[in-house]
């Protein structure tokens, strides 16, 4: 579960890299769907559920995955 955070860690300073050196809009493009789909791997790993409230975001590591 720790690799999934790190890679997403290591997404995002490499998306604030490539929007710092005002690279190619096609680069800047596929490095943002890249982070995108690096979160979305975090839902996989973990139970995460949103809802409006108190209590903005919860979520369990591994519970329900098998």
């Excluded at 979305?40 to 973990?46: A, L, N, Q, R």
Aim: charged share 15%; aromatic share 12%; glycine share 10%.
């Amino acid at each position: 579960m720790r690799s999934v955070f790190f890679g997403v860690f290591q997404s995002f300073v490499v998306l604030l890299y490539i929007l710092d050196n005002e690279t190619n809009f096609v680069v800047q493009v596929s490095v943002f769907i890249g982070v995108l789909i690096d979160l979305w791997k975090i839902t996989k790993v973990m139970d995460v559920r949103v809802r409006l409230g108190r209590h903005a975001v919860s979520g369990a590591a591994g519970v329900g995955r098998g």
